[in-house]
């Protein structure tokens, strides 16, 4: 079983309706005891920084996401929520991992929105990938390049496609509307 996290940011129903085509049961929660039973998390999200961490304070979920060991992904603001900070609300994230988020200059071209590919990928996130593979963004901050960076993309300057620490991975793109790249990228994750 899949656990969802349930804090309200948006996109939760599409990440379940993309698990549910792979034949993958999932459950939208924010209780830990259900968290810790769960063979792997999914930590999507489209919203605030700032309210979004608000919610996971709420419900003493930051120490619990922390302490996960399984296998668990970040998407799109889950991503950038896992970060140190994000320049969005003055936001201090959750830390997992050691960069921080940025809004992308010039603020006439944000957000960045639709189809990219990756400059590099690696990792098995990344299984019958390729690097000219086009994934779907919509995003006006992102993650800079640091030492778990799995995969970046180019939009006005480089950053983050996706990260990658112990069991933590974080993607900015969005692989539940990526077509059958999302979809190999998820079942990559299910298979883990």
């Given at each position: 079983?899949?656990?969802?996290?349930?804090?309200?940011?948006?996109?939760?129903?599409?990440?379940?309706?993309?698990?549910?085509?792979?034949?993958?049961?999932?459950?939208?929660?924010?209780?830990?005891?259900?968290?810790?039973?769960?063979?792997?998390?999914?930590?999507?999200?489209?919203?605030?920084?700032?309210?979004?961490?608000?919610?996971?304070?709420?419900k003493s979920l930051v120490e619990a996401i922390r302490g996960i060991t399984k296998p668990f992904l970040g998407i799109c603001l889950g991503q950038q929520l896992m970060?140190?900070?994000?320049?969005?609300?003055?936001?201090?994230?959750?830390?997992?991992?050691?960069?921080?988020?940025?809004?992308?200059?010039?603020?006439?071209?944000?957000?960045?929105?639709?189809?990219?590919?990756?400059?590099?990928?690696?990792?098995?996130?990344?299984?019958?990938?390729?690097?000219?593979?086009?994934?779907?963004?919509?995003?006006?901050?992102?993650?800079?390049?640091?030492?778990?960076?799995?995969?970046?993309?180019?939009?006005?300057?480089?950053?983050?496609?996706?990260?990658?620490?112990?069991?933590?991975?974080?993607?900015?793109?969005?692989?539940?509307?990526?077509?059958?790249?999302?979809?190999?990228i998820l079942k990559n994750f299910i298979e883990l």
């Amino acid at each position: 079983m899949i656990a969802i996290i349930k804090y309200n940011a948006g996109n939760v129903s599409s990440v379940q309706n993309a698990l549910r085509s792979l034949g993958c049961d999932s459950i939208i929660t924010n209780d830990i005891s259900t968290l810790k039973k769960a063979d792997k998390i999914i930590f999507p999200g489209v919203g605030a920084a700032s309210s979004a961490m608000n919610y996971l304070r709420e419900k003493s979920l930051v120490e619990a996401i922390r302490g996960i060991t399984k296998p668990f992904l970040g998407i799109c603001l889950g991503q950038q929520l896992m970060c140190k900070y994000s320049e969005e609300g003055d936001t201090k994230c959750l830390g997992i991992f050691d960069t921080v988020v940025k809004l992308f200059p010039p603020k006439n071209k944000v957000p960045h929105i639709g189809w990219n590919n990756f400059e590099n990928i690696k990792g098995s996130l990344f299984k019958q990938v390729l690097p000219t593979d086009d994934v779907y963004f919509v995003h006006s901050y992102y993650t800079e390049i640091c030492q778990h960076t799995i995969a970046s993309c180019n939009y006005i300057n480089p950053f983050s496609a996706a990260l990658n620490k112990d069991n933590f991975f974080a993607t900015q793109f969005h692989p539940e509307k990526s077509s059958l790249v999302g979809k190999q990228i998820l079942k990559n994750f299910i298979e883990l």
